[in-house]
Each structure stands twice: as C-alpha cells, then as structure tokens.
C-alpha cells in the first residue's frame, strides 16, 4: 500500500483516471456508423486505436528530448495493438 501512496503523491491525479484519458479518442471517434457503446466491439476497437495513437504523440507533444530525437530519425514512436487472445501484434499508422 505504500507504493500507491507514493504514486499518488507524485502523479497528477487526472492522469489515474482511465475514463478521462480516453475521452479525447473516444470524441475522435464519434462520426463511426453504429452504436456508440463498449457492447460495441468495432466501436471499442477504434476507441482502443485511437488511443494508442493518442499517446504516441502524447508522448512527442511532452518531451522536447524525444520529439528532437524523432526529428533527427534517431528515434521512432510508433503506436500498437497487442491481440492477447492470439499474441499478434498490429502496427497502426
């Protein structure tokens, strides 16, 4: 328990919160045809992609070290999907 208390010292409380992090993919990805409910694997999919993009150029957008490596080309920050049922890996651009 204490790591959770020191975690939560040094953490920005909104950045713990899981629905409010991916409120930013989940308005992206508002125009999809269908329900807009987690019954909705096609929706939950995208929501899930996009999030991942989401945070690949969060983590550019942070950093002036990282985006300046990106720059140069001698780093890449890519975004993925880990399938856990097959243990594939999908690349998204």
């Known amino acids: 328990m204490e790591t959770l208390k020191g975690l939560y010292r040094i953490a920005d409380p909104r950045q713990l919160d899981t629905a409010s992090s991916v409120r930013p993919a989940v308005a992206k990805v508002a125009a999809l045809k269908g329900p807009h409910t987690s019954k909705d694997a096609a929706c939950v999919q995208a929501v899930a992609e996009q999030n991942a993009k989401d945070a690949a150029a969060l983590l550019l ?18 975004s993925a999907m880990h399938d856990l049922a097959t243990g594939a890996v999908k690349w998204l651009a």
């Open 61 to 78: 957008s942070r950093s002036a070290v990282l985006r300046e490596l990106a720059s140069t080309g001698k780093l890449t920050v890519a």
